[in-house]
């Protein structure tokens, strides 16, 4: 199961940093992905991490203000990001798998669940 949190209400230009914890599975098995959904559209790939953290990928409109991370130890991914815009406003979601970051980024739509997410909202 995966947890995210970390989500709120920033103005533009402002910071967060989100979590996705896991309990009962290693993150550092698989790659780690983070996607977003916004109201009346579907999921979409934001991130994505190997379970060693060597490797990362990003959606072109977050590359630069967003900074995925592995703590092996936590067994949590974090997400750090900055420069918020308004369009970046949206739930959050982690999701996982055995395939490598490129694969996870067309993935956001073939994951069959979906945790609670953490709702990020930027202001402007």
């Known amino acids: 199961q995966l947890l995210e949190s970390g989500g709120g209400l920033v103005q533009a230009g402002g910071s967060l940093r989100l979590s996705c914890a896991a309990s009962?599975?290693?993150?550092?098995?698989?790659?780690v992905g983070w996607f977003r959904q916004a109201p009346g559209k579907e999921h979409e790939f934001v991130a994505a991490?190997?379970?060693?953290?060597?490797?990362?990928y990003y959606a072109d409109s977050v590359k630069g203000r967003f900074t995925i991370s592995i703590d092996k130890a936590k067994n949590t991914v974090y997400l750090q990001l900055n420069s918020l815009k308004p369009e970046d406003t949206a739930v959050y979601y982690c999701?996982?798998?055995?395939?490598?970051?490129?694969?996870?980024?067309?993935?956001?739509?073939?994951?069959?669940?979906w945790g609670q997410g953490t709702q990020v909202t930027v202001s402007s």
């Open positions: 991490i190997n379970g060693n953290g060597e490797n990362t």
């Open positions: 999701n996982g798998d055995f395939a490598t970051v490129e694969n996870i980024a067309t993935m956001a739509g073939i994951f069959a669940s």
């Open positions: 009962g599975r290693t993150l550092s098995d698989y790659a």
